[in-house]
């Protein structure tokens, strides 16, 4: 297998995208084609000992950055690393694309000028992973989509549980729609009709649920539109980081109370290592023609080797082509 | 003052109530009214030593359970105590309602049966308390209405702002609104309605803000529609309560963690005590005409009298009237 992945996307590029590629390269044996400036690339590369390790690089001139509009990124910098990338799949010369870069500009690449939508899909929706108890539950849209549609989110719901089912190896996912009440009959004018859809579509649909069942692992595939997606998972990232700010301000605060942290300090980096996104690494964008996997911008490199891991499940569990196939369109016998 | 408190909410009901009024009615010195009924509410009541404390019963006969449908409840349960306590304030018998019984019928029997809407208010607004680095962040709506329009959040933004100052306490309190991006253009369709409403507004407006801003205090009022708001409320319970789950377990997977976390106790306890909802006790429903205000069914005593302290800074901050007066139609020259 060949995954491309996008050098230039983390805070720390392209450090941490090249000790993530050494160690996925080592570790699972594919080829990870680094795309970048070559120079830079190549001299950060040399001071690894790499030996026989299939990684290679491709040129990219240009950079997204974080700051760039996504619509005038993706139109105007057709030589960035994000856009080469993508393309190295779309033309076959990779299976499948990572970047920790502009989410929305990837988005946008992704869609309008090189995979494309996938034959069906209305809009393709950014989704996130969470790693609840050890087992992934896979959330969508946390953006692509700030307004939403009922049949568009009925898609989403197909294209997740797709996902849970061959790339997460969940078998029988459970899918909930995200709602302020468990009883059916909660919710907003667009929830209540993306109910009413959900329910005639053969998943195992579990009807609403809430932010406390996502932390409960009480669902699978968990829908949203894509604004209130993306401050449910903000909330959940501050909430985590407000908690442990407090609390590491308070163990500070005297001696004996620096003791115990001092002495619990496994439980805490076993905590830590419990509600990791870098065990992740990254989520796909679904619904476009290829296999695309958005790690964060503060990925470091063992985010970066589990969001190339993300990228082989998705290939080998053939996760576009089970896509692709559900929304054919139901042959007419004439 | 004389502060009206649904006996009946909590799910520990009628101790925490009664506690909660017994403290309160000794450090405020305001009478408490316990309405419920008469004779479980006179039988607990003996167990105290409330001597000469003003708290006086006011019976109800029925009781409205938070499994009860809030617009079945209201329209049926004419004799519960959160009817009959409301009823009291709109009777000027008492000042405020505090109830941490079914929301949704306390809001339901305010705004059609009892207090009604302030003149001018399209929709009253449910709103949370954050206690931020212990300056409290007020957020609406969340959960009264789940599809909003633009003007009914600009006057949840003109409450809001009220509340804050009047009695929070906030001087020149800054209003955002919640979005997903904090760039002016980010934003679902609502947002940038709303946004471009409140640009007009006569607040200190800040633009879009993210929930990190929230966990950072960078604002004193959130404004959001009420499923957002919902979804934000209950993400940032559960996330707290699954991060505090997470570590304990780990605390308690060996002894010398479990040693670890016992020196630390106190620690533990002050980031719970700064992060605790129960010291702000509840959160006004804004824009009916009267102070109410919501606490959690979780409560304990604590909390209730939290609450009624609540209760008595709004009364105190006259905000109702505030609100009152900025809804006024401006008059006319003929």
Known sequence: MRIVVDAMGTDTRPDAEIEGAIHAARQFKDTIILVGQEKILGKALKQYDIG??????????????MTDKPAIASKEKKNSSIHVGLQLVKDGYGDAFVTAGNTGAAHAIAMLYTLKRISG????????????????????????????????MAQY??????????????????VGLLSNGEEQGKGNQLTLETDALLRTLPLRYIGNVEPV???????????????????LLKTFEASVHYLTKILREELKSNPINSLGALLATPAF??????????????????????????????????????????????????????????????????
């Open 52 to 65: 026989t390790l299939p990684i290679e690089i491709v040129h990219a001139e240009q950079e997204i950055l």
């Open 157 to 174: 719901a197909i294209m997740g549980h797709l996902y849970a089912q061959h790339s997460l190896k969940l078998s029988s996912p459970r």
């Open 269 to 334: 980096k076993s905590t830590r290592k419990r509600m990791d996104t870098d065990e992740v690494g990254g989520a796909p964008l679904l619904g476009v023609n290829g296999v695309v996997i958005i790690a964060h911008g503060g990925s470091n490199a063992r985010a970066i080797t589990s969001a190339i891991n993300q990228a082989r499940m998705a290939v080998n569990g053939n996760v576009i082509d089970y896509i692709k196939e559900s929304f054919e369109p139901v042959p007419t016998l004439d």
């Open 121 to 152: 899909v209305k809009r393709p929706a950014l989704s996130a992973i969470f790693p609840i108890n050890r087992k992934p539950v896979i959330f969508l849209d946390v953006g692509a989509n700030t307004d939403s549609k009922p049949d568009w």
């Open 213 to 231: 069942d996502i932390m409960y692992g009480n669902v699978d595939v968990v829908v949203s539109d894509g604004f209130t997606g993306n401050i």
